[in-house]
């Protein structure tokens, strides 16, 4: 027996992804056919979840826009190691499963391109240090990914811009240009910054693998006797020059 989770369904509408938990303490993530209301396992693993803090959609399994593969963001059950998490990418039309990233650091957020070929991703590579375990010593980055070679096509550090936003998990948002050249993301998310600080919106250059700022809000502290102010910000392209 298994208790469903979330479901998500594919672009075309033709198939249901979903993890059910198991009674061994597993989870099954499932397909279930539209059309002939087959349910296939596709692996039994642990996806990433959803974080108390999430900020926007939880990515932990994410469809490719032509519906034939899927990207699964997972835990890592090593012991020692339980943070970390790796990238497999399903293929539908053989049914394998792959794994892309294999760097034991934390991959958080994942996008995919308008043509189904890559994916980006934050990283966060962090290591506790031997001489202070309660000092953490974190590099971050954000890596394009052709989902045929675990080798990253592109590798930008990200580690001054979340440093100054606040820490941890602060890069979020991730959208793709309709031309598959840019990539827009937020800086300055709810797991990392204090809510009051302002969210900046930059943009990764996939033909220069360079990073700009195109938004430079102003923060200020409000005070508010009923509560925090909370302001949630969302982005959408409208062609491949305009977001």
Request: with cysteine; glycine share 6%; charged share 15%.
């Amino acid at each position: 027996p298994a208790l469903p989770d979330r479901s998500i369904p594919s672009p075309d509408g033709q198939w249901i992804l979903f993890n059910a938990g198991n009674t061994d303490n597993t989870v099954g993530v499932k397909l279930f056919n539209v059309n002939t209301g087959v349910i296939t396992e596709i692996t039994r693993m642990t996806l990433l979840g959803k974080d108390p803090l999430m900020f926007g959609p939880v990515q932990d399994a994410v469809w490719s826009p032509n519906s034939q593969f899927i990207a699964l963001n997972t835990r890592n059950a090593a012991p020692g190691d339980e943070l970390s998490t790796d990238i497999f990418i399903y293929r539908l039309s053989d049914n394998t499963l792959s794994r892309l990233t294999m760097d034991n650091a934390r991959n958080y957020r994942v996008a995919w391109s308008p043509d189904s070929s890559r994916i980006v991703t934050t990283i966060d590579d962090c290591v506790v240090l031997s001489f202070n375990p309660m000092s953490i010593n974190c590099n971050y980055r954000m890596e394009v990914f052709y989902i045929t070679n675990s080798t990253p096509i592109i590798s930008v550090d990200t580690t001054d811009l979340v440093n100054l936003s606040g820490g941890l998990n602060s890069v979020c948002l991730l959208e793709w240009s309709p031309d598959g050249r840019y990539v827009s993301f937020f800086v300055g998310c709810l797991e990392g910054g204090s809510p009051y600080d302002a969210s900046e919106i930059w943009i990764l250059d996939t033909n220069t693998a360079s990073l700009r700022q195109i938004t430079n809000f102003t923060a200020e502290f409000v005070f508010n006797p009923t509560g925090p102010i909370y302001a949630i910000y969302d982005t959408a392209w409208y062609d491949t020059q305009t977001l």
